[in-house]
């Protein structure tokens, strides 16, 4: 099926994509019903890229008699497409069950004044699902909540059999494997990694694939060309500059955690050319496609964010509708995008 587009949205009601436009982002110009109106029939369209803005006011508009709620617990409002694509399509797919999608923000870093929204303490929702939300505390405390619960990720030090909840993981460790083993096939053998281990259980499991690549093809994973210690998220391409200004001996290649990760190596590449003795080869994850200067150019994992947020979705279903069924670990594999130019 083809993708809704504004233009899709403005033919439907008569008016100018600009118009649209203006709706979605509260811009002046137009009226509240005009405004309403807009919403209303992208909703209908199944348009998928509404700001947040949009989507609460929809939610607050809609009548919700007989209206289930539950809350996504999000952190970081202002999130990459790769994020956003997730949540619009669960959005998506839960209103096809009459269920209401509450945005419930937390902060990226827990202090002491925290404490969690009471919306989540006192029935008001039905379920909660947790999205790129990766402070140990706060996962913590959402852990502890009664309600049925369905992470998206989570971080090395609250696994699994820790979670009372279901857990839904993009796998990374056979797929960083077989990143790694096409690198070491295409002659490659100094290798770096680059990317917080500690930050998420996803970016460890990627890691371990491109060890065990690396021990399987007999080459030796040297420190001094890794950086996988805790990094802000907020400062990730400071940190990086900082390490690729050390480095003494360039590696020929480096598998990056992620295309943001990639990105930021990829403008030091083009901005400092007289530090790089030979040329160097990144690879990515996630195909997000939103860092132009390494989308379609180099390697990288092709997670299904569609997919992601209607699994996500069902799961939740799931879980209300059968709470004492045994926690369930799922495992959604991408596909390996390899460039043109490459193949």
Avoid at 174 to 198: A, P, Q
Wanted: charge should be negative; glycine fraction near 6%; hydrophobic fraction near 40%.
């Amino acid at each position: 099926m083809e993708k809704i587009t504004m233009k899709d949205i403005a033919d439907a009601l008569n008016i100018s994509r600009v118009t649209v436009s203006k709706a979605f982002n509260n811009q002046a110009g137009v009226s509240d019903t005009l405004r309403e109106l807009i919403l209303a029939k992208a909703k209908e369209l199944g348009y998928a890229k509404l700001p947040y803005q949009a989507i609460e006011q929809l939610q607050q508009e809609q009548p919700q008699q007989n209206q289930r709620t539950v809350s996504l617990i999000v952190s970081r409002p202002d999130s990459a497409f790769f994020w956003t694509n997730i949540i619009h399509r669960m959005a998506q797919e839960l209103s096809n069950y009459n269920i209401n999608l509450m945005y419930t923000y937390v902060p990226s870093v827990y202090t002491n004044s925290f404490n969690l929204p009471s919306i989540l303490l006192n029935g008001g929702v039905d379920g909660v699902i947790v999205l790129n939300v990766y402070d140990p505390q706060i996962l913590t405390m959402v852990n502890e909540l009664s309600l049925p619960k369905v992470f998206l990720d989570t971080v090395p030090d609250l696994s699994f059999p820790q979670l009372n909840g279901d857990l839904m993981l993009i796998e990374g460790f056979c797929s960083e494997m077989d990143i790694t083993d096409m690198l070491v096939r295409e002659g490659h053998k100094e290798i770096g990694f680059l990317g917080d281990i500690n930050y998420a259980l996803t970016n460890l499991e990627r890691y371990r694939g491109y060890c065990a690549s690396m021990e399987k093809n007999g080459l030796i994973v040297q420190p001094q060309n890794c950086l996988t210690g805790s990094i802000d998220i907020f400062s990730y391409g400071k940190e990086l500059n900082t390490f690729l200004d050390g480095l003494k001996n360039w590696p020929t290649a480096f598998v990056c955690v992620s295309d943001f990760v990639a990105h930021f190596v990829q403008m030091y590449i083009e901005n400092n050319p007289q530090r790089i003795p030979h040329p160097v080869v990144l690879t990515g994850f996630d195909n997000t496609g939103e860092y132009t200067n390494v989308a379609g150019r180099i390697p990288t994992a092709n997670v299904p964010t569609g997919l992601l947020g209607k699994r996500l979705a069902l799961q939740l279903l799931f879980r209300t509708e059968h709470r004492d069924a045994p926690y369930e670990l799922t495992f959604l594999r991408p596909t390996i995008i390899i460039p043109h130019c490459r193949e």
